[in-house]
């Protein structure tokens, strides 16, 4: 692996402040929203649509710059990084590894992840180049950003939809990161288990993968299923796939 390349929200960085901080626009308790979050994600819908459900019809990015013109815009600090950030990006650019974040994010959100010194080689946001994902021009420009070849290329996020799938299929190596509620409630799905190149708990074992995937394209897990009983993992997945519900998918 010559470039790793890092989705934002709930990959490096926490979203509890920012939905605590919704929360407190909306006059609810925070668990209230983080239940309607939950809710939805495992729904196969997008998390924001927790906050349409309390007020039907809310407009999302009008109701983002409200609450920048009142002074309660976006916020981001050391205590927003998972804890595993900076030790795994400095250990892989020390392996030799360019290093990019590239995720879905305000312009703001860029300038605030700048200004944190992260040791990366580029910090972009998708609205800092003017599209989001899961758009293919976006991992379009991932590939651009990396400087290596796609086979040489592995883009790591939570979002199974917005991250590994159309990852994927731009022809990337992915890593699934099982963090936060998409990476948590879907990490064992079989669509992200056929997908995935490989599957996470934590971005230190990024470090470990350096030089593990080769060109061919095949397809590792550092946790695999240790069952070798076959009518048993047959089983054991038809129980998961009626607990996670339907995925919705862009493959």
Known sequence: METIVLDIGETLVRDDRHWASWADWLGVPPHTLGALVGAAVAQGREATDALRILRPGMDVEEACRARTAAGRGEHLDESDLYQDVRPALGELR???VRVVVA????????????????????VVTSDEWGVRKPDPEFFARVAEASGAAPEATLYVGDHPADDLFPAAAAGLRT????????????????DVVETADFRIDALTELVGLVGVAGADGAS????????????????????????RGALRSVR
Request: a negative charge; aromatic letters at 4%.
């Open 94 to 96: 020390a392996a030799g």
């Open 103 to 122: 995720g879905d994010g305000t312009v703001r959100a860029g300038e605030l992840l700048r200004a944190l010194d992260l040791p990366a080689d580029l």
């Open 175 to 190: 890593a699934h990161l099982r963090r936060g509620p998409y990476g948590h409630w879907w990490a064992d799905h079989p």
């Open 220 to 243: 590792s897990d550092p946790d695999p299923d240790p069952d070798p009983d076959p009518a048993s993992a047959s089983a054991s997945v038809g129980a998961k796939v009626v607990r």
